[in-house]
């Protein structure tokens, strides 16, 4: 059956993984975005309608992150948008053990849409496509949390369980919380990638209020600095945020792909020897 599914963030990392794997399997998706034709802006809710119409189904990708202030009352706006325009079905995107986050599930929950919730660990692709990859590529990375045991996801396979979850009833109403096969630390993290791109690539530990500095000093965005105290303070070593689990093989049938494969095949692409462009 050819559903018509609206990806929010269609060119982000699940995002455009999910396009990819929707249209495989010959589903007619829109992308929501703010440069696609209908435009999807988060912050601009006079957008939301044009991209809901017509489309059976959405992938919801919230930018920057359901903790942010504003997040909340996007949702609920954006989930009444749906259910208006007579949506079937959603899939949140959530993250775990954040308070914020579960506010918005509770949103798409009580919405009346069929709906699965998908709360992910946080994604390998951090470190290649996002705001690792920068320190890395200067060879000097400087983090807080360094004992901190995170069990990342990678993001083709948060993007298969968002699939089969848009495309299968029987994941209606269900909560899954995805992770990798184990726990890695930074200097575990950041060790794999050096070794794997044949760079020295030196860490450092820092506190969060000298990483906060630091970031102002390279005059990043408050509200993204703010995200960052937030991920680093209340999300990277919250109770259960080190607990791994099946559910990526209770949805796909298979293990979860683990950090070591995400490592040689990026290492593969060239991405870690690139020359730099910009620092945070
Ligand atoms: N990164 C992680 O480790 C992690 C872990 C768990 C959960 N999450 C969740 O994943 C979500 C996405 O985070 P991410 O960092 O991975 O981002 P991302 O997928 O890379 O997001 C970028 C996408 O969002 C779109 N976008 C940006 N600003 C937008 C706006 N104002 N309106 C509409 N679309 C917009 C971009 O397209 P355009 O710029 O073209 O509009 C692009 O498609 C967040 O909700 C976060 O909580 C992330």
Known sequence: MTNNILVIGGTGKTGRRVVERLKLRNQKVRIGTRGNDPAFDWNNPSTYANALRGMDKAYIVYYPDLAVPGAKEAIQTLVEAAKYEGLEKVVLLSGKGEREAALCEQIVMRSGIEYTIVRSSWFMQNFSESFFLDPILAGYVALPQTKAQVPYVHADDIAEVVVESLLNEVHNGQIYELT??????????????????GREIKFSSTSLEEYMEMLQKLEVPEDYIWLINYLFSQVIAAPGNNVVTG????????????????????AKTGVWNQTITQTI
């Open 180 to 197: 990798g096969p184990r726990t890695w630390t930074f200097p575990e993290v950041i060790d794999a990638i050096a070794k794997a791109s």
């Open 247 to 266: 559910d990526i093989e209770k949805v796909l049938g298979r293990k979860p792909r683990d950090f070591n494969e995400y490592v040689k095949e990026t």
